[in-house]
């Protein structure tokens, strides 16, 4: 009997995946997933060694295989992941599995091969993203390794300036003969040196898109060209700034002071790579609808590697002691907080270009017609303020009583509730800091507010996210200071929001 009438059927042509019927080493049957998988017509298939499917890989496995066959029990004798070879030479990889049976003309193998090169290309693509995960997470933890670094010696400096000169102060005000006018100068160090802390805090808020940004519709051109004498005396003599406005240009949506800010940060770098002088092009126009705003330098530039790492917090080459790494980190956070774009192109001995891409915003805003507050002395206005931190509690009950108010020192929500409750008189502003162990500052005020419908709230916070709506804008109807503030800062803002 042939082996087609003996084995062949319509299941086996049915059959999703190739099947090969092996008599001694060589193919006797074959259906015709096996043709199309292996890229042979079956009649042609049939009666060749099946060495001609075996790749270099595969035929290291025919000995073992062979020997199964002679020597096993019939029955499936095992399943391999290996290749095999089409009849046009390409290779694919494969899962075969082969099954003993004795027949009246002899033993066969029944081998059932199947294409898993859809498999495979899923593994390696699985592997590959999470190997590429891996990168990144590598990637992420060594720019916060680099971001704690950078914040720990910057602050470590700050700290060190403090802690001495704060103890010149302690040591010439206790001597028998004080100094003072030393006392006075020593004190400036430790005011200069917290003004740079926060500085180094504001900049590190904008990288990390969390600094309290006021947005409104601005004129670039205008707020560029208000910017240019403060750019120009950045910038140093021996460098010519020159701005290039483009017509007709839409306003865009931010926060007037983040742009100075981000430009101020643009024309310290130009300084720093053009020591012998140069050219500081700043010129803007229309792109794709979006506003652009371009600063191009004659400077030294920068190698590939360097610029692709120059948007890194705390990523510098300059010398110890010549930049903090924040500089165009602060300008990728304003620009990408305020919904924008930011590249960088360098080349080594022809410049640097920083362009910016603003959306389109809306028309430009009517001029505030709100004049300042008439004074910063209160009035005997009763003030309740929440601090969690010591300190900063005792000092700004120490300038608001100074300056007239009356004063209700809380260290938290829960007492602020509990002193509001025993006091009789109205209380005329809550001033709370945001974020207060056991009850943040948004729920003392709801709860306060419900109580004492007539009373305002002046937020103070150095993070202000839980009172911040998206873009890191303030929720409507909301008042926040900035920490660290002075006398002036709180004053000021605590006047502003009794006047309304």
Not at 35 to 59: I, K, N
Not at 158 to 181: Q, T
Not at 254 to 278: F, K, R, T, Y
Not at 349 to 367: D, F, M, N, Q, S
Request: hydrophobic share 40%; net charge negative.
């Amino acid at each position: 009997m042939e082996w087609s009438e003996e084995l062949s059927s319509g299941l086996l042509q049915a059959a999703p995946d190739a099947i090969l019927v092996l008599e001694n080493g060589r193919i006797v049957l074959a259906n015709d997933r096996a043709g199309q998988m292996y890229g042979w017509p079956v009649a042609e298939l049939v009666g060749r060694p099946v060495d001609v499917l075996l790749t270099d890989d595969s035929r290291t496995l025919l000995p073992e295989r062979q020997r199964l066959i002679e020597e096993a029990e019939p029955g499936l004798i095992g399943r391999i992941v290996t290749t095999a070879r089409r009849r046009d030479g390409t290779e694919f990889p494969c899962e075969s599995s082969t099954t003993l049976v004795d027949t009246a003309k002899g033993r066969v193998a029944v081998a059932v091969v199947r294409d898993i090169t859809g498999r495979v290309l899923a593994e390696e693509e699985k592997e590959r993203l999470r190997a590429e995960a891996q990168a990144h997470r590598n990637q992420r933890l060594e720019s916060l390794g680099q971001l704690a670094g950078g914040i720990a010696h910057d602050f470590n400096n700050m700290l060190g300036v403090i802690l001495n000169y704060a103890g010149f102060v302690i040591e010439e005000a206790e001597a028998d003969e004080p100094d003072v006018a030393m006392i006075a100068s020593d004190a400036r160090q430790v005011i200069r040196a917290g003004r740079r802390g926060t500085d180094l805090t504001h900049q590190l808020l904008a990288f990390a898109r969390r600094e309290v940004v006021r947005p409104q519709p601005v004129d670039l051109n205008a707020l560029i060209d208000r910017s240019l004498e403060l750019l120009r005396r950045t910038l140093g003599e021996h460098i010519t700034l020159i701005f290039r406005p483009g017509p007709d240009l839409p306003t865009v949506t931010c926060d007037p002071n983040q742009i100075e800010q981000m430009l101020v940060n643009l024309a310290l770098n130009a300084h720093d790579a053009m020591p012998s002088g140069g050219q500081l092009v700043i010129d803007t126009g229309l792109l794709d609808a979006r506003v652009r705003l371009r600063v191009c330098d004659s400077g030294r530039g920068m190698p590939i590697e360097v610029a692709e790492r120059a948007f890194e917090p705390f990523y510098t080459t300059k010398g110890s002691g010549e930049g903090t790494g924040l500089g165009l980190a602060t300008v990728y956070g304003i620009v990408t907080q305020a919904g924008g774009e930011v590249t960088l192109t360098s080349e080594v001995g022809l410049g640097t270009t920083i362009t910016v891409l603003l959306p389109a915003g809306a028309a430009p805003a009517e001029p505030e017609t709100r004049g300042e507050p008439a004074g910063t002395v209160g009035g005997g206005e009763t003030l309740l303020v929440a601090e969690d931190e010591d300190a900063l509690r005792d000092v700004a009950g120490r300038i608001l009583t100074g300056a007239g108010y009356r004063v209700l020192l809380a260290e938290g929500g829960a007492q602020a509730l509990e002193l509001a409750a025993r006091h009789d008189g109205e209380i005329d502003l809550l001033v709370s800091d945001v974020v207060m162990p056991g009850m943040l500052g948004k729920e003392l005020a709801e709860r306060l507010v419900v109580a004492r419908p007539g009373t305002r709230v002046l937020y103070m916070s150095g993070y202000a996210q839980p009172v911040l709506a998206s873009q890191g804008t303030l929720d409507p109807g909301v008042a926040l200071l900035e920490k660290p503030f002075t006398a002036g800062d709180l004053l000021t803002a605590v006047r502003r929001r009794l006047d309304g």
